[in-house]
């Protein structure tokens, strides 16, 4: 065999594996398949001191494999943008929700990630058969729901909603930080890092910070 050969036999293993993982990311969109509208829900930025938390429902074809696609966390910013850029090409229907900073502090985080999960299901412009839910059961939504334990990793429905969502949040704050450009937000996008908690600290918070999630710093 030549080096070429051996270079395009390594490449037909990596794909044959890359494909067969992906496969088996598709376990629940299979053991549900009577449904024939199954939308992925996540939501992203729960944890940081700044700026909305976002989330996205997204209805993937039936028969729909997207390679590399993953837990929004496990993959480069550069991986991310170009799976974003896919599934919002291939997607049935996207929709996006979202919690304002005012409103974690008026409602508690939990409530306001519930409320914008059911403000992403609303903008679908179809109407989902089943939810498959990251971890959770949102409250107060009458579509059929079933919640699987780090989704993100394990239903490729799941994964294409985190990556919309975290898409999404980290563009805002890159936009939020040219008018606030103290706290590092393009950096952080909003997470307690060493630096953005000094910033809070000596130059106080900006109009996008949770008021109740940085009470110990300021």
Partial sequence: MTKKEEAEARRAEKLRIEQERVEALCEFEKKYSDCDCICGIDEVGRGPLAGPVMTAAVIL?????????????????????????????????VGIGYASHERIDEINILQATYEAMRMAVSRLNVQPDLLLVDAVHIPDISCRQVSIIKGDARSQSIAAASIVAKVTRDHLMTAFDACFPEYGFASN??????????ALKTTGPSPIHRRTFIQKFI
């Fill in 61 to 93: 074809p039936k028969d729909c494999r997207i390679l590399y696609i993953n837990d929004s966390k496990k993959l480069s910013e550069k991986r991310r943008e170009e799976l974003y850029a896919e599934i919002m090409e291939k997607a049935v229907a």
């Fill in 189 to 198: 996008k909003g997470y307690g890092t060493a630096a953005h908690i000094q």
